[in-house]
């Protein structure tokens, strides 16, 4: 009976053990699982990251890449309408040269006042220009009434403040005021086109 006693002893604790083995092994195969997942969780994430990144990356470049283009172009048209505007004036003003005849008025020195009453001594010296088609007819006209121009000349001048004259818009409108009262006294018998100073002064 005492034997039968301990080997039932032993064999209960061989058991225990036996149970304990077990239950650590399910133990760890439950921590090696639930570590997996979150490795696994990490590194997800992580490549996430990663590609939010390039794609960041990719679309900074891509916005660079257009705006560079778009300043550029933006420069080259600027730059060729500036080399227009600088070129083609000069050229229709050649051409306009080459195609009109002109007619010399008597050089004209004044002394006019501004609107503050300032006197001012104004010096001009003027081409009446016409279609060289035109110019014999045009010119035999001018040469009859060449006082009478000169006089309206020297008035349009008068009712002119000097300093407006010095700058271009006051030299264009006075232009265009000549060349409509030359226009008048000529009628039907020619036509000016413009006006060409060749010495304009304001002291």
Known sequence: MPDEKKNQKRDEKRDEKRDEKRDERKEDKEESGHEQPKKFG??????????????????????VSIAYYVTKSFKENATEIQQKELVLPDANRRSEMEALATFPLEPMKLVLRDRNKTSHSVSVTMLLAFSSKTSKKVTVVLNDHIAQIQDMVISILYDRDPLQMTTSDGRRALKTEITNSVNEILKDKGKIKTIYFTEFVVQ
Do not use: E, R, Y
Not at 52 to 58: E, F, H, T
């Open 42 to 63: 990490m590194s997800s994430s992580i490549v996430k990251i990663l590609s939010l990144v390039l794609i960041l990356i990719a679309l900074i470049i891509v916005f």
